[in-house]
């Protein structure tokens, strides 16, 4: 199989494959490049493309139906989220996560995830009425991840999951802790994809959410807290066979 190849990319600023650039093109580009990116992290995290499996640009664009320089950008960005490394030469493939990387993972999301979930109940109870529309799609991830557990669809129930820890961040509303979990969000998405989800995780998601909805900061960090260590435990017992 062939390496993914970088040539011609970032040259003097020209364009990889020899057009000229202008107009609306940039940002055209960058929407193919963020549609790329999302669609390959699904496959990294539904395991379409497993751990370990090299990707190749040219086959990658062509199963996306689109040109290599979207593809590419994507690829690189995925390298900066962790779900991809480098090869020594050329091309990337999809990382393998050791036991160290999901200790090392938790170690940083546990504090995050904890302040997360204060910032969202404390801006809960100064919210002004009617301002609800966030606590609203917090509880849809909660309902989504219900009915997905209870169709067995795997895929939707760690999409919902993801999306609950996300909102959580945006209802905070700190731009800099929204930037931060950015990093680590397709590195937890592909974790929670992984694992098992024991029920008692997701009725410990319903207890974070009742906390934020009530705006007690106290109870929602130590409901946070508690759910990410059983997480921790959880993802080393499913992938290190843990006692």
Same mark, same amino acid.
């Given at each position: 199989?062939a390496?993914?190849?970088g040539?011609?990319?970032?040259?003097g600023?020209?364009r990889?494959?020899?057009a000229?650039?202008?107009g609306?093109?940039?940002?055209?580009?960058?929407?193919?490049?963020v549609?790329a990116r999302?669609?390959?992290?699904?496959?990294?995290?539904?395991?379409?493309y497993?751990?370990?499996a090299r990707?190749?640009?040219r086959e990658v664009a062509?199963e996306?139906r689109?040109?290599r320089?979207?593809?590419r950008?994507?690829?690189?960005?995925?390298?900066a989220e962790g779900l991809l490394?480098?090869?020594?030469h050329?091309?990337?493939?999809?990382r393998?996560?050791e036991?160290t990387?999901?200790?090392?993972l938790y170690?940083?999301?546990?504090p995050?995830?904890?302040? %997360? =979930?204060?910032?969202?109940a404390? &801006?809960?109870? @100064? +919210?002004a009425?009617?301002e609800?529309?966030r606590?609203?799609a917090?509880?849809a991830?909660l309902?989504r991840?219900?009915?997905?557990?209870?169709d067995s669809?795997g895929?939707r129930?760690v999409?919902a999951?993801t999306a609950?820890h996300?909102?959580i961040?945006?209802?905070g509303?700190n731009p800099?802790l929204?930037?931060?979990?950015?990093?680590?969000g397709?590195q937890?998405?592909?974790?929670?994809?992984?694992?098992?989800?024991p029920?008692?995780?997701?009725?410990?998601?319903?207890?974070?959410?009742?906390?934020?909805?009530?705006?007690?900061e106290?109870s929602?960090? %130590? =409901?946070t807290l508690?759910?990410? &260590?059983?997480s @921790? +435990?959880v993802?080393l017992?499913s992938l290190?066979?843990?006692?």
């Open positions: 199989m390496y993914v190849t040539s011609g990319a970032g040259q600023g020209a990889a494959d020899g000229p650039g202008g609306a093109e940039p940002a055209e580009r960058t929407s193919l490049s549609r999302d669609e390959v992290r699904q496959r990294i995290v539904d395991r379409r497993p751990q370990g990707l190749v640009e062509q996306l689109m040109s320089v979207p593809v950008e994507a690829l690189r960005a995925l390298v490394e480098l090869l020594p050329s091309g990337v493939r999809v393998r996560l036991r990387d999901v200790e090392h170690e940083v999301w546990e995050l995830a904890v302040q %997360a =979930s204060r910032l969202a404390r &801006r809960v109870a @100064r +919210a009425p009617g609800e529309s606590l609203a917090l509880r991830c309902d991840a219900e009915q997905a557990a209870s669809e895929s129930e999409a999951h609950f996300a909102e961040v945006a209802l509303g800099m929204h930037r931060t979990m950015e990093q680590l397709g937890l998405q592909l974790l929670f994809g992984m694992r098992e989800e029920a008692h995780m997701r009725a410990q998601h319903a207890v974070m959410y009742r906390c934020i909805a009530a705006g007690d106290d929602a960090a %130590a =409901s508690l759910h990410v &260590r059983d @921790r +435990a993802a017992r290190f066979d843990d006692a």
